[in-house]
């Protein structure tokens, strides 16, 4: 089983950058995909970007491109993601899901051995 832990949320102003992280420990051999999601009250939730874990290829959301970037530290079994140009719209809860992705085309990546961490709240002030 894969644990997950997001952390680096908290308050950005309007226009700001935010870079969160998700750690996997447990079966981490089991990881396929690490996904990005986020839930604002009231809303469904929304992907943001995934990274296959077999290739290294990244699919961002379309309405994420240009403001998201993912990347991964293989030595301690992190993937961050960064936000850019942060708006109100953007506060919400993040989480970070494994072998659940956002993938190619819209789709999304389903597998086996599916894990989501707690999520991290990121609140965004104008």
């Known amino acids: 089983q894969v644990q997950l832990v997001e952390s680096g949320g908290g308050s950005v102003q309007t226009g700001g950058s935010l870079r969160l992280s998700c750690t996997a420990s447990?079966?981490?051999?089991?990881?396929?995909?690490i996904g990005w999601y986020r839930q604002a009250p009231g809303k469904t939730r929304e992907g943001i970007a995934g990274i296959d874990f077999d290739d290294g290829l990244i699919d961002y959301v379309d309405s994420m491109i240009g403001r998201a970037t993912v990347s991964r530290d293989n030595d301690t079994n992190t993937v961050y993601l960064e936000m850019s140009d942060m708006q109100p719209d953007d506060t919400a809860m993040y989480y970070c899901s494994a072998n659940y992705c956002p993938g190619y085309g819209g789709m999304t990546v389903e597998l086996a051995f599916q894990s989501w961490g707690q999520g991290t709240q990121v609140t965004v002030s104008s």
């Open positions: 447990g079966s981490k051999d089991s990881i396929h995909c």
